[in-house]
Nanobody
Framework: QVHLAESGGGLVHAGGSLRLSCAASGRTLSIHDMAWYRHSLRNERELVASITQSGDTNYADSVKGRFTISRDNAKNTVYLQMNSLKPEDTAVYYC?????????????WGQGIQATVSS
C-alpha cells in the first residue's frame, strides 16, 4: 500500500505561480512512475505531467513551457511547479503513483487538491 498526500494548492491571480507537492508513504520502494492529473468542470481527468523513476518527463501540450514536474526520491516526493498560470488551469489536481511489486502493477491516487486561477 502507498499513501499519497498533496499540498500547495490555493488561489492565485492569472500569471502567478503555485507549487504542488505530493508526499508518498508506505511501500515507497515499489514506486516507479509518478504523475499529476487534473479534473476541471470543463474537462475529464487529464494527464498534466509524468516522471519516471530515472527522471524522464512528459507534459500535456497545454502546460509545456509553463509547468515543471520533478521528484526527490530520497524524500519520496513529487512536485509540480506551475508558472504563468491561466484561468483554464483551474482544477483539482491529483497525484498518482504507479507501483510494481513482484510483477504486479498498481496505481495509487491522492485525494486531490484545488488550484484556482482568477482572471
Amino acid at each position: 500500500q502507498v499513501h499519497l498526500a498533496e499540498s500547495g494548492g490555493g488561489l492565485v491571480h492569472a500569471g502567478g505561480s503555485l507549487r504542488l507537492s505530493c508526499a508518498a508513504s508506505g511501500r515507497t520502494l515499489s514506486i516507479h512512475d509518478m504523475a499529476w492529473y487534473r479534473h476541471s468542470l470543463r474537462n475529464e481527468r487529464e494527464l498534466v505531467a509524468s516522471i519516471t523513476q530515472s527522471g524522464d518527463t512528459n507534459y500535456a501540450d497545454s502546460v509545456k513551457g509553463r509547468f515543471t514536474i520533478s521528484r526527490d526520491n530520497a524524500k519520496n516526493t513529487v512536485y509540480l511547479q506551475m508558472n504563468s498560470l491561466k484561468p483554464e488551469d483551474t482544477a483539482v489536481y491529483y497525484c498518482k503513483a504507479e507501483t510494481r511489486w513482484f510483477g504486479v502493477k498498481n496505481d495509487y491516487w491522492g485525494q486531490g487538491i484545488q488550484a484556482t486561477v482568477s482572471s
